[in-house]
């Protein structure tokens, strides 16, 4: 069973950093392109923040973009979303997932395969 797990979420003040991470088991992790998603509370599940293809192409939606950074260790089976200069309407859940169209960068919730449980990321002073 393919299995995503996120970590390294929590409580953060306005301007902090955080670096989410999604480890992956049980696949071939280089066969998959990996996006970011965040629900907030109340709101449903964004597209892609940001997305990397197997051979590290990247997409950062713009409301990230220069704030968030995505990458990926393929040896490490690990994806990571890099978050700083955080705000309050960046709380929410971070969920990651794992598309099996690899080279493709794809925005929407659809196309991907597998989901993690999600990590709850908090911004607050």
């Known amino acids: 069973q393919v299995r995503l797990a996120e970590s390294g979420g929590g409580l953060v003040q306005p301007g902090g950093s955080l670096r989410l991470s999604c480890a992956a088991s049980?696949?071939?992790?280089?066969?998959?392109?990996i996006g970011w998603f965040r629900q907030a509370p109340g709101k449903e599940r964004e597209e892609a923040l940001c997305?990397?293809?197997?051979?590290?192409?990247?997409y950062c939606a713009d409301s990230v973009k220069g704030r968030f950074t995505i990458s990926r260790d393929n040896a490490k089976n690990t994806a990571y979303l890099q978050m700083n200069s955080l705000k309050p309407e960046d709380t929410a859940v971070y969920y990651c997932?794992?598309?099996?169209?690899?080279?493709?960068?794809?925005?929407?919730?659809?196309?991907?395969?597998?989901w993690g449980q999600g990590t709850q990321v908090t911004v607050s002073s």
């Open positions: 997305v990397i293809s197997n051979s590290g192409s990247t």
């Open positions: 997932a794992a598309d099996l169209d690899a080279g493709r960068l794809r925005v929407g919730r659809r196309p991907y395969d597998y």
């Open positions: 049980r696949f071939f992790f280089d066969n998959y392109a």
